[in-house]
């Protein structure tokens, strides 16, 4: 279909595309409280890569698993940095190793389904 605009019972105003018939695709919403946020929206929840703006300034730039901090950065307005990884808050980024199969090579472990 097309976004629709939604206002919950709290007040915060939700923009988000309505595709057969649930919400999801990317958009934006606005708190009461002034945070704001744009990116990824499933089923009202922040879910995916986004920008959060909090209240004060500060600024989260990452991906959210249902609406919570899951991989990204922190900024403040003093240029402080807070990293956040798997949902908690760690001193300096972590390096994600590239996952590839090696091509041609005999799977030689497996695991049980137990």
Do not use: R
């Amino acid at each position: 279909m097309g976004p629709c605009v939604i206002i919950t019972n709290n007040g915060t105003k939700i923009e988000v595309p309505l595709v057969d018939g649930k919400i999801w695709g990317v958009g934006s919403y606005t708190m009461q409280n002034g945070e704001k946020y744009k990116g990824n929206i499933v089923n009202f929840s922040a879910h995916g890569d986004g920008l959060l703006i909090y209240p004060d300034g500060d600024e989260f730039t990452g991906s959210l698993i249902d609406n919570e901090l899951w991989n990204g950065k922190i900024i403040s307005l003093n240029h402080d940095t807070t990293y956040i990884h798997k949902g908690e808050k760690v001193k300096k980024p972590i390096k994600l190793k590239a996952c590839a199969p090696e091509l041609n090579t005999e799977i030689t472990e497996f695991f049980d389904a137990d």
